[in-house]
């Protein structure tokens, strides 16, 4: 069993910054892929960016290419996404994920607001 807390939401004016993180329980966190996903109200939650186990490979959405960037720290037991750029549209509550083949979990969510 994985417990995910995310952390680092909050009202950002456009263009400004945010790090969201997420700390996971257990110690067996760095076996799993790690994910932020977001969901902006009246859409489908959608992958933001990915993170390998060992943190070697990433991928990422390409609406937040080049602007957010996906980190882990194994020792630590938590994922960052650095939020850069920020835009209106990047408004969403933003969820961490951990999966490993047929095992998912899901964190509850930060909320984040880009507006002026």
């Known amino acids: 069993q994985l417990q995910l807390v995310e952390s680092g939401g909050g009202l950002v004016q456009p263009g400004g910054s945010l790090r969201l993180s997420c700390a996971a329980s257990g110690s067996i966190f760095s076996i799993f892929a790690m994910g932020w996903y977001r969901q902006a109200p009246g859409k489908q939650r959608e992958l933001v960016a990915i993170?390998?186990?060992?943190?070697?490979?990433?991928n990422y959405a390409d609406s937040v290419k080049g602007r957010f960037t996906i980190s882990r720290d194994n020792a630590k037991n938590t994922v960052y996404l650095q939020m850069n750029s920020l835009k209106p549209e990047d408004t969403a509550v933003y969820y961490c994920n951990a999966s490993l083949g047929p095992r998912d979990y899901w964190g509850k969510g930060t909320t984040v607001t880009v507006s002026s």
């Open positions: 993170i390998s186990s060992t943190g070697g490979s990433t």
